[in-house]
């Protein structure tokens, strides 16, 4: 089945302990993007890839790192978590650059930073 | 600057009554506009596009919107509303740069029986 995962589903975690978010994709494609939603705000993408060794700022990547070292993965690093980093995260994918009007979306991690 | 306006937060509607979920877009040159639909605890799930060809969009689940230049809209309509059409509906314009989606704030819909 083609499908975007990612881990952990639900995180609770404290100010500054770094960590990471799994993100990966089975359809081979070279687009993957990370986005966090907020009451009100919509989704922003936070960091994109346009393939590997390819990244690239969203906007608003403050805090947050990425690497894509392989094609179907492209986890979201946050070296040192803060509150206003609480949110619900999605990553997504899509065959190429000119294909991102069709993106494949993961289903959500819900990030808590206390 | 381009930019995605939802004009409801949230709709409430009775099953089998008409849904209406407005959006206006900002851009300076012929967009392409998607509707995007999230269930509770589930990712986001394309419903329908508009690319420039046919004005009138239809999608899935019985949903269609409308491109309207001159009032820069694209608003997302369904003529019988269903209990399973509950969720949060994003309308979402992309990019120049063809690199990145901008989503509105979303608008909740609730269907009551």
């Known amino acids: 089945e083609a499908q975007v995962t990612q881990n952990p589903r639900y995180l609770i975690t404290v100010t500054g302990k770094k960590l990471t978010v799994t993100c990966s994709q089975n359809m081979n494609h070279e687009y993957m993007s990370w986005y966090r939603q907020d009451p009100g705000l919509g989704l922003r993408q936070i960091y994109y890839?346009?393939?590997?060794?390819?990244?690239d700022k969203g906007d608003v990547p403050e805090g947050y790192k990425v690497s894509r070292k392989e094609k179907r993965n492209f986890p979201l690093i946050l070296e040192s978590p803060s509150p206003n980093q609480t949110s619900l995260y999605f990553c997504?994918?899509?065959?190429?650059?000119?294909?991102?009007?069709?993106?494949?979306f993961g289903p959500g991690t819900r990030l808590t930073v206390l | 600057a381009q930019s995605v306006t939802q004009l409801d937060s949230h709709v409430s509607v009775s099953e089998g009554t008409p849904v209406l979920l407005r959006c206006n877009y900002s851009s300076s040159y012929s967009p392409s506009l998607f509707w995007y639909v999230q269930h509770p605890n589930k990712g986001l799930q394309l419903l329908l596009k508009y690319t420039s060809a046919a004005t009138l969009v239809k999608g899935i689940n019985g949903f269609e919107a409308e491109f309207k230049k001159s009032e820069t809209s694209f608003h997302l309509t369904k003529p019988s509303a269903h209990m399973s059409d509950a969720a949060e509906y994003f309308c979402v314009h992309l990019s120049g740069g063809y690199n990145k989606l901008i989503f509105g704030a979303g608008t909740r819909l609730a269907v009551h029986p």
């Open positions: 890839s346009m393939n590997v060794e390819v990244t």
């Open positions: 997504a994918s899509s065959i190429d650059r000119a294909s991102t009007d069709t993106q494949y």
